[in-house]
């Protein structure tokens, strides 16, 4: 065999699996969008024949076989090429594929599935009691699959590391707790201080023209329709099929200016991201956002350090007023700048705001970790989750519906793996966004008059072209210079809410 | 082995054959609804994988080995048992596809989603030309599928057969020509009496209120929305991904009353024959209609001997005038009734009237006939489409979009599979009609009142539970006493045209 001939052979063994992996796709994003009730069983009948054979052909012992004959001409390649990068991360995921039993997939498929289904139905009859025996099968689940993988220390190591390759445990809280430091004198100090005006958020937007409105902004983001799609869900979420097929969602309420614009700038961070990868690394694991956490990055970065900051209402209030001028006929664009970005203890993670936003991620890890860690039952979560929100946030909901039961992760899959990213996205996004206006000086300036290209650009060039041929650390140290530092983070937030609430930077 | 094992492992096996085929359908569905036009390249790949893997596990030989252990038992089951059917259904479907190499299942698949791509650019842009050479590429993958299978006589009787088991090209010649005989003449008749009023159907009707009244009427009839679900496609069409999650499509124009109704009324009728198989079935290759003239008759029924008579019309009209009071101020229940019914020779099939329609599918049939048998090349087709209109309908399209191109099948697929089941279900359709209302006298007051379940239970105790558990000849002769005969439709088409247009039946 020649090394050509292998690496054809590499190339379309892993475009089935990707071809897998986005079928899969498809079945999960119609579930989400227009499912009709009935055919959830079949649905997860066939996601799950779907993940069993995309797992026999991601174990495939031929597979195997191929990496290490591929392995042994690698020291002629050029370590930063395609052909080695691919190499280096199929053979990632055939270790990390091959620990885990087909058995063990098809069972976890088709319980995150039913599971996934009864949460639809439990979360607005508001019972979580009837979910316990469910997501205790879940938390078992989970801990089978870290006992897959016994190199690591902590039981939940392996879902960090599947999440953000190279990140520990360790390293969160480390991160967490710096942040928590930072971040509790800030909440404190702003908290006694008067809340802006909220009022005419909360006037009626229908939701023909809301949506209408948040395309426009993504589409003005560079965010590509031709290659993708939104559509309505219950949680808001972007799936990929190919680098020209990544759709988004978004959910609207009519009596809340800001639930679908933030969720759609949201999706679109991640949405760019995937459409931005290389072409020549379609049908392959290459192709796509490299990390949770450097996936998060782009999430937020869009929807707030650009979507929440002063010179994109300088462009966009005029046009929101165009929008809905009756309802916003008595507002000025520093009233709706400041509006978007009030600070409030309050029960909904994904309508916090960004200050508050990190509290709600880290409870709901240290509530995975204790669970992981045999220090939490799931019968006692939902009580857990409220004990948590007053000491935290000071705020209690009045049922599980928007305690325990709001956020789908725990409901399909396993415990562990998600909301973590979604802090450390934050924490990184700074870092990028820091070292993109050094690159480009005036990306302020251009974002205050609705240019987005010079900025999308920069993280094209330096991010999104790459997709999971480089690692979150090595783009983090190759545009920052450094791997997690939380300071730029700490300090965008202590200008930005020091500068609206009037608190000096000191006293946070 | 024993033969429960044995059982247990054949319905295994075919329902991961039969879940492939959902996913595959899911796949084609998105394609035809939400698809991104990015997204194509893609997808196609996935759909030529989904079908290859199907087609692995269709033709396994471990599958043929399986259904001969099982065979062997055959004469101690009830023949019409689930399980004498089951393993008969399968040998059939597993003899059919072991003929046809794995190479040439890709091919297609591949071919038919690029044509399918390349047919959506090129009818808005009139381009029949541009899409020749793919389309002699399809009409060789026919033609190299029909030398699977010598044993057939004639080469489009395989696709004749595929469709509806047990009938050949002869036969449908024959029946064609006997209902062409009868057809022509009360054509003619019709067509030197006046013209019905039909201006009203042209005002203007938004296709929100349209959409909301076509559902308003199939939910009446008793397709199950918490099974189904209706979209927007250029074609209309019914898919299935298990028998609680059957889909109907459709299309709306603002300026036509009848299209968006009609075609979801004739989807209903697919989709109610799916949603009504035996739930025992689900999972196996028994859990759909039997044949694609049986389906077509369960459309046509719910279309148009349902949906175009006297008695519905009774029913909907004020309620049709309730939702569009202004644009039907002027209109009786009559003139409606009248309106929908005109026989007019027109261009485009899916809009054609009863009596017309089926010399729109005769002629497509003829087409394919000389295609298979080489007397028309593929580059003269628009020519020759243009050609029969004109001399079986008397017009001629400005242009190829309302000629050779307005039917998506002979891009998506191959060529002599489905046209001339829609007109053996117009047949069957009046055979089956007959028989329900023997069995229920005063099914035509009931439908006055709106009242639908009597006919669908009927309907389904006879035809829609059995799946492809009995063939279209057993049903047929179990409810009719009679294989297929045009007799019946030809009585209903000049009992209600020649009332409609005063023409004497004997004239007909």
New interface residues.
Partial sequence: MTFEADFQELRERV??IT??T??GA??GW?RST??????A???A??SA??AR?RHQKATDPALGTLLSRLERERTHLDPDGLEARLIEVARHDFDRATRVPDAFVVQLSQHANETYGAWTRARPENDFAGLVPRLERTLELSRQYATFFPEFDHPMDIFVDNATEGVTVAQVKDVFSRLRAGLVPLVQAVSERPEPRTDFLHRFYPAGEQLAFGESVIRDYGY??????Q?LTHHPFCTR?????V?ITTRVKENDLTECLFSTLHESGHAMYEQGVDSAF??TPLARGTSSAVHESQSRLWENVVGRGRHFWQHYFPRLQAAFPEQLHDVSADEMYRAVNVVRRSLIRTDADELTYNLHVILRFELELAMHEGRLEVRDLADAWHARYESDLGVRAPDDRDGVLQDVHWYFGMIGGVFHGYTLGNVLSLQFWDAARRAVPDVSDQIARGEFAPLRGWLTEHIYRFGRSRSANEIALATTGSALTVEPYLNYLRGKYGELYGVHAETA
Same sequence: chains 1, 2.
């Fill in positions: 475009q089935e071809d897998l986005s079928v498809v079945l119609d227009y499912l009709p009730a009935g055919g069983p079949a649905r009948r066939q024949l779907l054979l590509d329709f031709s290659r993708g799609r559509d099929f190919s680098i020209d097929d759709r379609e049908g």
